[in-house]
């Protein structure tokens, strides 16, 4: 009887699969679906801890739902699935594409070594994959207003139907699983498919409707909290979209469904511009002039601890560090500290934030690091710099969300939480003295902007 290899990767779910439909049917009547897992130490060992440790939980609730049939295998993909189809016979190997420059070059290799054995691609990890939305002379987009129009345009699929009962093949051995990284106090959200749905009901039916006010506000519980879920594909967007095709009408939805296109947006910059991923998008700023030596290396670890003594900076690092995870706002306001106030180059922090993120994905990331450092595809005409001090006043009006991550400056009236040197008694004890002067570290950053546009 026919067997198929369902390979997982960034699909960690059952419902709305389209590769899973496709390994049923190819297994047909009487075959079976064998669901693997490859340990590849290109992608596993460089990702930070707190994504290792996602991973694995999500993989334990995956081999739950599967009946314990989850095979997990070491090494190159390369090498593992070839043997694996050699050990059962398999007549396939389906995957949901991977549009990731590395995952593109491994899925090629691994396609080559299977020789005669089809790898089957079906559905993609974004409503619309990547490099299908173009312009009407078939060039990719640069900006994401005009790809967002372009996108809801082209549409996407209803999800798919959840395949039951699945003929798994539940006695393939297993390597041993890697064990999971000690995160200590890190708290990551509950891994796996049905969590991500019940996160995802629970923002839909309770918070959804407020998100347009509520998703700039770091102080409250305003957004999904579901980037790590998409990320590993837990839930696909499709899934979200149903739903909110539902709501239609609304600012908020309206909103919500640009942050998803916003998703598929950097996907698509990275499919068209895999070097992105490491390059300047736009070359013009290449030149740019940084900052070293140890004074900038002792500036650079402040703002890694949350010690640069501007609350709000302070508060989004700290949340790094004991969440994975920052809202958003607050990701543009430490990334610009970084880049215009510390003068350090944005793949510096993009790194650091891949290595601490549970939601670190190369598109969102990178390209939300290059949008910060205007070397990517924000379309202002000026160069932007944030003020972490008015930032902090307009969108943590009443302090709640620098008092939750920065105790020293919890006893402080929220008129001085922002500006706590503005306080009748100083910045109160244990808490920094800010470590620049922003109105100086601003001008200098726009001189050098100045100096690169001249050449
Ligand atoms: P919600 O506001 O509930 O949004 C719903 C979903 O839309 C998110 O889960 C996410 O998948 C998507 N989304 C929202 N905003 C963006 C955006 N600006 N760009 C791309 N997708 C978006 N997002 C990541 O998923 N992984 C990253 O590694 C990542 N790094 C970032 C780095 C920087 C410097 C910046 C400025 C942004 C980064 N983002 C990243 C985007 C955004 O900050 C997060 O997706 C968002 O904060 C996740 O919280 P949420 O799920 O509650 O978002």
């Given at each position: 009887m026919p067997t198929a290899l369902l390979w997982f990767r960034r699909d960690l779910r059952l419902s709305d699969h389209p590769a899973l439909l496709a390994a049923v049917d190819a297994a047909g009547p009487g075959g079976s679906v064998v669901p693997v897992f490859v340990f590849d130490d290109r992608l596993y060992g460089p990702s930070g801890e707190p994504r290792r440790r996602f991973l694995l939980d999500c993989l334990a609730e995956l081999d739950a739902s599967t009946g314990g049939a989850l095979v997990t295998r070491t090494g190159d993909p390369a090498a593992v699935l070839p043997q694996l189809v050699a050990e059962l016979d398999a007549v396939s190997v389906h995957v949901t594409a991977d549009a990731g420059p590395y995952g593109r070059r491994r899925d090629q290799a691994v396609e080559r070594a299977l020789g005669d054995v089809p790898l089957v691609r079906t559905g993609s990890p974004y409503a619309v994959a990547p490099g299908r939305v173009v312009k009407r002379d078939g060039t990719p987009f640069q900006v994401f207003t005009p790809f967002a129009r372009a996108w809801r345009e082209h549409g996407w699929h209803s999800p798919a139907v959840r395949p039951d009962p699945v003929p798994w093949q539940g006695d393939v051995r297993s390597d041993d699983r890697p064990p999971p990284p000690d995160l200590g106090d890190v708290q990551l959200p509950p891994a796996g498919e049905a969590a991500a749905l019940e996160a995802w009901h629970r923002f839909r039916d309770e918070r959804l409707l407020g998100y347009d006010e509520g998703r700039n506000t770091p102080g409250t519980n305003g957004t999904s909290r579901l980037s790590a879920y998409l990320k590993y594909g837990c839930i696909h967007p499709r899934t979200l979209l149903a739903d909110l095709a539902a709501e239609q009408g609304s600012e908020s939805v309206r909103r919500y469904?640009?942050?998803?296109?916003?998703?598929?947006?950097?996907?698509?910059?990275?499919?068209?511009?895999?070097?992105?991923?490491?390059?300047?998008?736009?070359?013009?700023?290449?030149?740019?002039?940084?900052?070293?030596?140890?004074?900038?290396?002792?500036?650079?670890?402040?703002?890694?601890?949350?010690?640069t003594g501007f609350p709000i900076v302070d508060a989004g690092m700290r949340q790094l560090l004991g969440e994975a995870y920052v809202h958003n706002r607050v990701r543009m306001i430490v990334a610009s500290f970084l880049v215009k106030d510390l003068h350090q180059e944005w793949t510096l922090g993009a790194r650091y934030f891949m290595q601490h993120l549970v939601d670190g994905d190369l598109a969102s990331n990178n390209h939300g690091w290059q949008w910060v450092a205007g070397t990517g595809t924000d379309a202002s005409p000026y160069y932007r710099v944030f003020n972490p001090i008015t930032q902090g006043k307009k969108f943590d009006p009443d302090g709640s969300y620098v008092k939750r991550w920065v105790p020293e400056l919890r006893d402080l009236d929220a008129k001085y939480v922002h500006e706590p040197w503005t306080a009748p008694g100083g910045v109160p004890a244990g808490y920094p003295e800010p470590i620049v002067d922003h109105a100086h570290e601003r001008q200098v950053s726009l001189d050098r902007y100045a100096a690169v546009r001249a050449r």
């Open positions: 469904t640009d942050e998803l296109a916003w998703r598929d947006f950097y996907a698509d910059v990275l499919w068209h511009r895999p070097d992105s991923a490491r390059e300047y998008l736009k070359p013009e700023l290449q030149g740019m002039g940084y900052d070293s030596g140890p004074d900038a290396e002792q500036l650079v670890r402040a703002w890694e601890t949350g010690r």
